[in-house]
Structures are given as structure tokens and as C-alpha cells.
């Protein structure tokens, strides 16, 4: 366990660094259009990563949560594309925002459900209002 202890500290630094990271990474751009190219692809990564997390957390929750998450989920896709569409234009930079923090709220939900604490309130709940 002592050995396992560093590695996740380890682990858990290089996943903090790598978002800031992306947070900064298309400011280097001066175009419009590059820095929508750089949202754009992060956007992509994002969405990979909310749909596994979103996956993991359906598989280890019971059925009647599993059908509050996927209720929850789809308000919560609503949510999204009224905060980050307008015109018939998809706003990639608020679409990665509000993907990373609806990413980060369902990996917490699996972190409690895999400590054996899981809050079928908290799973259902919306986290972005």
C-alpha cells in the first residue's frame, strides 16, 4: 500500500498538470479561426473522457440510479447545448468548459461509489444549476 501511495501522488499531478495545461494551451493562437481549431480538439478529448467516466459510473451503480443518471445525463446535454449554441453555432470553447466540469462532478460520483459511498441524491443531482 506505502508503495502504491507515491505513485498515485505522482499520477494525480500529472493529470492536474495536463489540464491546466490544456486551460492555456490554444491562448498561444492569435487567430480566431486557430484557437476554434484548438478549442475544437479539445473539445473532442473532452467529450471521450465525459463519456468514460459517465460509462464507468453506469457500471458500477444499481439499476434504479443507473436510469436518474441517464435522466440527469440527457437535462444535463440540454443544459449544454442551450449554454453553448446560439445562431446555429456551436460555441467549442464553452462546450469544453462545461464538459470538463460535468466530467469532473461524475468522477467524483465514481470515486465515492468505488470507496463504497455512493449517494444515489448526489448521482441524480444537478451540478450545474
Known amino acids: 500500500m506505502k508503495a502504491i501511495l507515491p505513485a498515485l501522488t505522482l ?12 486551460e492555456g494551451e490554444c491562448d ?10 484548438c478549442f475544437a480538439k479539445l473539445f473532442v ?3 471521450k473522457e465525459l463519456n468514460a467516466v459517465y460509462g464507468e459510473l453506469r457500471g458500477v451503480i444499481k ?3 443507473k436510469q436518474k443518471l441517464k435522466d440527469t ?12 449554441e ?10 469544453y468548459r462545461v464538459n470538463r466540469a460535468r466530467t469532473e462532478y461524475l468522477r467524483d460520483r465514481l470515486r465515492e461509489c468505488k470507496a463504497g459511498t ?4 448526489m448521482i441524480a443531482g444537478k451540478s450545474w444549476n
Open 11 to 22: 499520477a494525480l499531478l500529472g493529470l492536474a498538470s495536463a489540464a491546466a495545461h490544456a
Open 28 to 37: 498561444k493562437y492569435r487567430t480566431s479561426y486557430d484557437k476554434t481549431y
Open 45 to 47: 478529448e473532452s467529450d
Open 63 to 65: 439499476e434504479g440510479p
Open 73 to 84: 445525463q440527457l437535462d444535463w446535454i440540454k443544459y449544454r447545448d442551450a449554454s453553448c
Open 86 to 95: 446560439s445562431s446555429g453555432s456551436i460555441n467549442v470553447d464553452c462546450n
Open 118 to 121: 455512493c449517494r444515489d441524491d
